[in-house]
């Protein structure tokens, strides 16, 4: 049987990646634009106070149970920032390049030796607003940040973040690679773990 998410986001990028590696599992992923659901400030000073608030939201607005990722790049050159303001570090939500352009500039100073990250992710499941005990995954993926953009695949950070295993960049990997090996991915493992548990 089928069981129906929401996903408390509206990039359509986390949309595609989460509905790709949950739809094998019977689960389809509604995104919370379908629902008109707005957003939400995020209020949380960590990656794990802002996914639930997400989360709480979207189950509350839409009465069905909810995921909500709340992912960030941290490099250890700038003290882990730009970290739960990743997707607004220029200013404007969303804007990829923006923040890109922005994190080449305040690396230009840091040698390969400091140019440490790496991406974050928590993802919250809850039943429904109320639910008490939130399933909470994390991620992490290592990497490290490179002077200038490479590839096309991908959003956020992706062209910047080099893969040292593969020797390429989030953006050259493969949709399949990357699923396996991103911050996300490893998190959604979890989850699933979590949803084989209760089959």
Known sequence: MKQSLVLATGNPGKVKELSELLGEHQIEVLPQSDFDVPDVAETGTTFVENAIIKARHAAKCTGLPAIADDSGLEVD??????????????GEAGNDSANNDKLM??????????????????????????????VICHGTWDGSILTTAQGEQ??????????????????????????????RGKALKQLLAHFQHLD
Do not use: E
Not at 105 to 134: G, N, W
Not at 164 to 177: F, N
């Open 77 to 90: 050159f700038l003290n882990g920032k730009p970290g739960i303001y990743s997707a607004r570090y220029a």
């Open 105 to 134: 500039a305040a690396m230009k100073d840091a040698d390969d030796k400091q140019r440490s990250a790496r991406f974050q992710c928590v993802l919250v499941y809850m039943r429904h607003a109320d639910d008490p005990t939130p």
């Open 154 to 183: 991908g959003f956020g950070y992706d062209p910047l973040f080099w893969v040292d295993a593969h020797q390429c960049t989030s953006a050259q990997l493969p949709r399949a690679v990357k699923n396996q090996l991103s911050h």
